[in-house]
């Protein structure tokens, strides 16, 4: 079997890949679990100071599997919302690197990202609304505070594609690079911050994020019954059906 998240260490920096291409790098169950232990485990290895996430052959995530939403959601945290849950509680910093297209949870993931740098070529779409859905990953709470409830109502409630450079002018990522460039300029920062003072830093960080926290998990709980209720609505099994014809 091919493995879906491709790891990598160098000079203290862990490199996580998403690597479906087969499938646009979209996220299934065995994805996310993974990406979640290796994001929980780093932040107890002392050699692992910075983390990169990244997708392969030029291209961030589809977002979802949707062929995940097509069966029975068990009861508690999905296998998507224990890698955010991880995501968000991890004292390390988390620079992600996008090219091609972020998609669904692709996009909400970066909210959680310390730096988000975007190739030229990439786009961007939240599409819950146009698949029956409703907001997910605490874009609920935060994507309002990140762009403004205009521009946050604009992409969620019409699902509206936006590039790189309209996300870069609002706030959203970190900066652009040409295409192809994305990942280099991720590493060249995780490379300056895993250089720094280890506990310097990552106290740093958790101050930055300690009134924030608690209110992301609570934006999480609350979420988490809407959507599970409009994955079983015949609005969005409707939607999925009419996608997979496509």
């Known amino acids: 079997m091919n493995e879906t998240v491709l790891v990598d ?26 990406l979640a232990s290796h994001v929980s485990k780093a932040k ?20 979802n599997d949707l062929k995940d939403f097509q069966t029975p959601r068990e ?21 992600a ?10 996009v909400t993931l970066l909210q959680h990202c310390d730096f988000v740098y975007a190739a030229e070529n990439a786009s961007f779409r939240i599409p819950f609304v146009p698949l029956g859905l409703c907001p997910e990953g605490a874009s609920s709470t935060l994507m309002a505070q990140i762009v403004g409830p205009r521009r ?7 699902g509206r594609a936006f590039t790189g450079s309209e996300a870069y002018a609002s706030g959203f990522i970190t900066g ?16 300056e911050l895993a250089a720094l003072p280890p506990e310097a830093l990552q106290l740093s960080k958790r101050m930055l994020k300690h009134a924030q926290r608690p209110t992301i998990h609570e934006a999480f709980d609350y979420e ?10 015949a609005e969005a099994q409707t939607a999925f059906a009419n996608f997979f014809r496509k």
């Open 97 to 106: 690197a996008v090219e091609g297209s972020a998609i669904g949870i692709g």
């Open 224 to 233: 988490l019954g809407h959507f599970t209720q409009r994955l079983n609505s």
């Open 44 to 63: 107890l290895e002392t050699d692992i100071r910075a983390i990169v996430l990244t997708g392969a052959n030029n291209y961030f995530t589809a977002g």
């Open 9 to 34: 260490k160098q000079n203290s920096v862990l490199t996580l890949t998403i690597n479906r291409p087969e499938r646009r790098n979209a996220l299934d169950i065995a994805t996310y679990l993974q």
């Open 75 to 95: 009861p508690g945290d999905s296998a998507g919302l224990k890698f955010l849950r991880a995501l968000v509680d991890c004292d390390l910093p988390l620079i």
């Open 176 to 191: 652009t690079t040409a295409t192809g460039d994305a990942l280099k300029q991720a590493m060249l920062v995780a490379t």
């Open 152 to 158: 946050a109502a604009d992409w969620i409630l019409r």
